[in-house]
């Protein structure tokens, strides 16, 4: 009767596929994390099948805020960290005071890592997380747009877009593409497919590999980086 999604950023297109095949059926996403007691901090809510794609809005007794990289509170459609505030927020780390002066201000609001954009009716859409995001000359990239992008192709089973190292730009957006089983799919056809997406943004490197995934379908990114030698220049910049 119901289909529940959490865990990571979900693709439109993917829904979209699913209710085709399960119309009858409704659909919900959640979203928080271990340090918010786990999901319902953010919630879709069934009724809002018309914004498919985002997390939705505030649950009962939570608070929310997007922040910009100046601290500020980011504007409608400013893409910036999403911030937590209720009772569910955790104390702290255990014996751990610097970890949890890095995500919890003095007044209790949680610092979630997760970057985010809040449109003009009030509901959030997760971008990436904040390590994961890849700068280019200066550009930020944010891997789940083009992830969710390249899923669209017909011929694209799974993907996952990391940041390559590269001496003028810092860094350059890869996709690794795990094609369909029984799928031929050629890098000059994967270009071809993203000329429809801004310049910037398109990859500039293609490799053909199967996708991690861990036990909860997220994909693992610390080993695709550690596969192919990326230099995580965003993560050492946010942590000197």
């Not at 014996?95 to 007044?107: C, F, I």
Request: proline residues 5%.
């Amino acid at each position: 009767r119901l289909m529940h999604i959490g865990a990571q950023p979900v693709p439109p297109s993917l829904i979209k596929r699913w209710m085709k095949v399960f119309p009858n059926h409704q659909y919900d996403t959640n979203y928080g994390l271990s340090e918010s007691i786990g999901p319902g901090a953010v919630h879709l809510g069934v009724e809002n099948i018309a914004k498919v794609g985002a997390i939705g809005v505030p649950g009962y007794g939570w608070k929310v805020k997007i922040l910009a990289d100046d601290g500020s509170e980011a504007g409608t459609d400013e893409v910036g960290e999403l911030c937590l505030s209720g009772r569910g927020v955790m104390k702290c780390y255990y014996k751990n005071p610097e970890a949890t002066a890095e995500v919890l201000s003095p007044d209790g609001w949680l610092r979630t890592g997760d970057m985010a954009w809040r449109d003009e009716d009030g509901f959030i859409y997760l971008v990436d997380r904040k390590k994961d995001v890849i700068i280019v000359g200066g550009e930020n990239i944010y891997p789940v747009q083009i992830e969710d992008f390249l899923r669209t192709c017909d011929k694209v089973a799974d993907v996952g877009v990391i940041g390559l190292p590269d001496d003028r730009l810092g860094e350059i957006t890869c996709a690794v593409i795990q094609v369909k089983e029984g799928a031929v799919l050629t890098e000059q056809e994967v270009n071809d497919f993203c000329m429809t997406l801004p310049r910037y943004k398109r990859p500039r490197h293609i490799i053909f590999d199967r996708v991690p995934r861990n036990a909860t379908g997220k994909i693992q990114k610390n080993a695709l980086r550690e596969k192919y030698g990326a230099v995580r220049v965003v993560e050492v910049e946010t942590t000197k």
